[in-house]
């Protein structure tokens, strides 16, 4: 439930954030739209004055040519006086000089004045040919302008209706978030009515049990004050049972960290040893190659000393292997007794004591590479740079060693490290682990930008870039595995530094004595339940039988008596302690719960506020809450008016349906009183049974695990056994095809030698034959010699 509210409250969060941003982004579109529409006005405004001026031009160019027209046929009128003048002026020559000069000043101020009026005539045209040829390019110009803002304001207009769209979609998306979250607030309101009518019934059965649980404890002191003579729980020191129980999801805790711890060790360990070595094999590259020219011996003793990392480095891995080994289900891991720490400091030591021995071979032999005749300034200045961070790495592994040799010392000397600066040093610790990965970031980003450099030069070798990019990637690695122990270690700061044993009614911190009690108990309670489920015979002897009856008739039987009910009291005290405890924490849990739902219901009526926007809302919603505050008032007080109805007649056995009267007040008292008694002897015979049961249950549920595990384990064993059997059919036919092959190649050599040995005796028995014959020859013809 809780985190379907808070997925809804992320969900709304969101909208409310986009639907802000669209809010805004509508606004800057919409000042746009205006202002493109205000432009366009104005150009249009523009527009038309530019065609009212020439509208006035056009009507000013038919006035010039209508006066144009009126001068030219004036020129004609005065050419035609003119005409008729000269001739005239030629049939009067004989009457004398004065109208021919008066002619002739007439006709050169004619002249002038035509000349004047040609001149003007063309300066107009010219003036009108230009405002003509400037008003067609305003007027292409403006219409151009004219369609861009057309365009423009589409686009904006296409723009403000996708906007409007998604801002519909948005509203209405918003309209239906708010209905389903005013459906939650009234589902969450009525289970705030409930969990407020559960809180003041438990603060009921509080006050009720507070109550009982104080005449009791009252009682049981009165009888320890006058019955119990001595009391040794008041002193720690001398109390023996002031052991505290094994924690066993402590153990589980702590095997899976120092796992998951020593998987990061490896890599660790994986990346310092890459490093170390490509570093070594740079050395006999780089500023020299080797395989050239002799290096110098700074760097001879260099690689000598890096050569020698994984005495150094191997250690680390092993020595936190057999720290995970020692850390079992069974044991108790505290810095106390965790003796395997110090052999892992021990190797961190030495480990950081080989840092330091070879730091100033590293500064040395970046030295050596910027006295190079090719190094650049910038490639002196990175070198530089890798000096300062090898320098940062082995100071942060010398603080590291620091602070792993005292985590290590209560191990060895009780006491050494007071438990107020554990907590101190486990900080410490988590703060030099991050500035360790900060340190091999900044040398891995160094060297990356010293090889981009490096590849730059021209004397620079296949051999080197290999090399060079392997001890990157080895650093890659560095900072990758720093930086999941980094943060592995800061998420389980707070199981480092929290005591899993302490001491009941101490906040002394456990020894290994103690530790060694613990085991010890441990050991013989799974005895005990062990032998509580066999079956012993229980038989006493005789004399052991007397011995008992005699020292039971010589005690009292008060002693017996006070000693049962000293027993039972205290019985008593605990559980109901324990009560006690459980309903507080109830109390303490509902309160919590309370005030989590009051302040989600008031940030959701707050959301709900600001999502409406309005004063409106907010009254009407303001009323809502007061009107259901109102019914969660009157809901409590009639159910607080039943509960007191009901305890008015009812009680702690059950209902009485007889009239209370004052004759049978005293027999109805007595029967409760023996009903109540029955009861509760029962109730104590119930609760012995469920400690037995629930005793017995956690030993069948560690025989279940221990089986469990016998069966994985089987299991394991069969898979590796039936892999085993598999391999073992495997060879058996693999030998069994093999023996047929050599049986049938045997059968074929012993055939061939059969048929060979056939043949060996046909031929002998032929050469008998033939040795035979021939003896028979020669004999016969020795007695052919003989009787000749």
Same mark, same amino acid.
């Given at each position: ?6 997925? !809804? ?34 150009? $249009? ?20 040519? +209508? ?45 002038? &004045? ?8 063309? %300066? ?18 403006? $219409? ?12 904006? =207009?296409?723009?403000? &209706?996708?906007? @409007? ?6 509203? *209405? ?5 708010? /209905? ?8 969450? *309101? ?24 104080? %005449? ?31 924690? %066993? ?61 994984? #005495? ?5 891995? &092993?020595?936190? !292997?057999?720290?995970? =080994? ?45 006295? #190079? ?39 060895? =000397? ?9 907590? /101190? ?61 980094? @943060? ?7 199981? +480092? ?76 005290? @605990? ?87 004052? *004759? ?11 009903? $109540? ?12 049974? !469920? ?5 017995? #249950?956690?030993? +069948?549920?560690?025989?279940? %695990? ?7 384990? #089987? ?20 030998? =069994? ?34 040795? &035979? ?9 020795? $007695? ?5």
């Amino acid at each position: 439930m809780m985190a379907n509210v808070t997925d !809804l409250q992320t969900k709304y969060s969101k909208l409310a954030q986009e639907y802000s941003k669209l809010r805004a982004q509508n606004q800057v579109l919409k000042k746009a739209v205006v202002d493109e529409q205000a432009n366009s006005a104005a150009l $249009k405004e523009q527009l038309k004055q530019r065609e009212q001026s020439l509208r006035k031009q056009e009507q000013e160019m038919d006035s010039l040519s +209508f006066r144009n027209q009126q001068l030219a046929k004036r020129v004609e009128l005065l050419q035609e006086e003119l005409v008729v003048s000269e001739t005239k002026g030629k049939k009067g020559k004989s009457k004398g000089d004065s109208p021919s000069q008066h002619g002739l000043q007439t006709q050169s101020v004619f002249d002038e &004045d035509l000349q004047k009026k040609i001149e003007e005539n063309e %300066r107009l045209h010219i003036q009108f040919y230009e405002a003509d040829e400037q008003h067609r390019r305003q007027e292409a110009a403006l $219409k151009a302008r004219l369609e861009e803002l057309d365009k423009e304001s589409k686009e904006h =207009q296409s723009v403000v &209706d996708e906007l @409007t769209t998604k801002y519909m979609e948005t509203t *209405e998306r918003l309209q239906g978030d708010k /209905a389903r979250l005013e459906v939650k607030v009234q589902t969450l *309101e009525r289970e705030t009515k409930e969990c407020r009518m559960r809180t003041e019934e438990c603060q009921q059965q509080l006050r009720r049990c507070q109550s009982e649980l104080n %005449r009791q404890v009252k009682q049981s002191s009165s009888v320890i004050q006058e019955k119990v003579p001595f009391n040794d729980t008041k002193y720690s020191d001398y109390n023996s049972l002031n052991v505290p129980p094994h924690n %066993r999801r402590h153990q589980l805790k702590a095997r899976d960290v120092t796992g998951q711890a020593l998987s990061f060790i490896q890599d660790l360990v994986a990346a310092l040893l890459n490093f170390h070595t490509y570093t070594e094999q740079r050395v006999h590259i780089y500023p020299r190659d080797s395989s050239i020219e002799p290096i110098s011996p700074l760097n001879q003793k260099f690689s000598q000393y890096l050569h020698e990392n994984a #005495a150094y480095v191997r250690p680390l891995e &092993d020595s936190f !292997l057999q720290l995970h =080994q020692s850390i079992t289900e069974d044991t108790v891991t505290i810095l106390e007794t965790v003796v395997k720490l110090k052999g892992f400091a021990d190797t961190f030591s030495s480990y950081c004591c080989f840092l330091q021995k070879i730091l100033p071979y590293q500064l040395k032999s970046l030295e050596e590479e910027c006295e #190079a005749s090719l190094c650049s300034a910038a490639l002196t200045a990175k070198n530089q740079e890798l000096q300062n961070d090898m320098k940062r790495v082995t100071s942060v592994f010398d603080k590291l060693r620091n602070y792993m040799n005292m985590l290590a010392l209560p191990s060895v =000397q009780q006491d050494a490290v007071p438990q107020s600066s554990i907590s /101190a040093v486990f900080t410490q610790l988590a703060a030099c682990l991050h500035s360790l990965h900060d340190a091999v970031k900044e040398l891995s980003k160094h060297y990356s930008q010293k090889a981009s450099l490096e590849q730059e030069l021209p004397t620079v070798t296949q051999k080197l870039c290999t090399t060079t990019q392997c001890l990157l990637g080895s650093l890659a690695s560095l900072t990758s595995s720093t930086g999941k122990i980094a @943060t592995f270690y800061s998420n389980n700061l707070d199981f +480092f530094t929290s005591s899993g044993y302490t001491p009941k009614g101490s906040g002394l911190t456990l020894n290994p004595l103690q530790a060694e009690n613990m085991l010890a108990n441990k050991k013989k309670a799974a005895a005990y339940i062990c032998a509580i489920q066999k079956p012993r015979p229980q038989s006493v002897p005789y004399r052991e039988a007397l011995s008992n009856r005699r020292i039971l008739t010589s005690s009292t039987e008060s002693r017996e008596g006070l000693t049962q009910q000293v027993q039972q009291s205290l019985e008593k005290i @605990t559980r109901l302690e324990q009560e006690k405890e459980h309903w507080l924490l109830e109390a303490q849990l509902g309160k919590v719960r309370l005030e989590k739902e009051n302040q989600r219901i008031a940030e959701l009526e707050i959301q709900l506020a600001a999502a409406l926007g309005g004063n409106l809302n907010l009254q009407t919603s303001g009323g809502s809450v007061s009107d259901l505050s109102n019914e969660e008032t009157t809901s409590t007080t009639e159910q607080k008016t039943t509960a007191k109805e009901t305890t008015l007649c009812t009680s702690l056995v059950g209902m009485l349906c007889t009239t209370p009267t004052v *004759e049978n007040a005293g027999d109805e008292e007595s029967r409760e009183q023996l009903i $109540k008694t029955h009861y509760m002897t029962r109730v104590g015979e119930l609760t012995t049974q !469920l400690q037995i049961s629930d005793s017995k #249950a956690v030993h +069948f549920y560690s025989e279940c %695990r221990a089986l469990a595990k016998r069966l994985s384990i #089987a299991e394991k064993t069969r898979e590796s056994l039936g892999e085993e059997v598999k391999l073992a059919t495997q060879d058996i036919t693999r030998l =069994q095809d093999e023996l047929t092959t050599t049986k049938r190649s045997y059968e074929d050599q012993l055939s061939m030698m059969s048929d060979h040995l056939c043949s060996m005796n046909d031929t002998l028995s032929k050469q008998r034959e033939e040795i &035979d014959t021939l003896k028979l020859g020669s004999k016969g013809n020795a $007695k052919k010699n003989k009787g000749r």
